[in-house]
């Protein structure tokens, strides 16, 4: 299928919304969350990122008319590609780490610091197999676990079945996550934004897009994310009052509603959102998303000792991003380098 410009734009802001999301501080006087201000407003409105990736990969996994083992081996062989990502990076960040923590504390206070964590569960199954060590990788095996669940039940014609296992699965994780405090949900130690409770029902919404007969038009997306916004900020501040939840949501039940109209936007094609020089980044969004947490941690100093300059926040987002785009094109012209990023 041929690109389209317009998700490739989307695709560059939705990584710059990313890497905004991880330079924010959630502790001191920058605090997102510790009360209804711009921070977190802003932090909000840069939760359409994930979902328009997981939209966008179901999309354009999507095969309407397919014969229904043809979906299962793509699945497979998407879930492998997914998965090799991941491992590969994993390796990586725990590489970069170790060598970093050899040069500053030598071998055995970084062996004491690995056996304190593995003791203390800051590196158990969930941690390793499912988020990567790093606060990013997660989307990796969360979309691993979308495609296979979509590739398995489409390949034996049940449709109907996915679409009510992602709506429940999504139900399952707001009841563990922004709903926990409240008489519908529970708390648990279980991070329930991994795996397929955040990434099955935007996948599936991607792949029900790539099945419609009309395309994707800008102004009907551009009304539903405006909606799904302002419910989504409504709907923390609501449980926020009410039950105590915390400003800072990975996702409530009306950030589908901001991811779909979002996805609609970038979907549509429309000549005002074919921005060449950002569209022409679109291929290498993947390598910045993987890499970028490098150049979060690398900085992190001059955070700490820039933290209160005002225009110190947008130059810490775009520092991040030129080090992971400049990464990137690198790796993309070494060969084995660019199966990392492309």
Known sequence: MDRIRSADTF????????????TARHDGARAVGQGWNLSTVLDAAERFAVPLFFILSGYFWAQPGADPRAQWRRALHLCRRVLALYASWVLVYAAVGALGALWQDGWTIALQRLTVAWRGHRLGLQRVLLEGLTPHLWFLPAL????????????????????????ALFGLGLAGKAYALTPLGWPT???LRDGPFFSLVFFVTGTELRRRARPARLWPGLLLALAGFALQLLEVRWLHLRFGAALVQDYVASTWLYGLG?????????????RPALAALGPLVLGIYASHYLFVDWLRPLDDAWRAWPAWNALYVAL???????????LARWGPGRRLVM
């Open 11 to 22: 695709r560059v802001l939705a990584i710059v919304a990313v890497v905004a999301l991880h």
């Open 144 to 167: 691993a676990c979308a495609v296979l669940t979509s590739g398995a039940l489409l390949a034996r014609r049940l449709r109907a079945l996915l679409l009510v296992l992602a709506l």
């Open 189 to 191: 130690r279980f991070n």
């Open 262 to 274: 979002v996805g609609l936007m970038a979907l549509s094609d429309a000549p005002a959102l074919r």
């Open 320 to 330: 991040v991003f030129a080090g992971a785009l400049l990464l990137t094109r690198l």
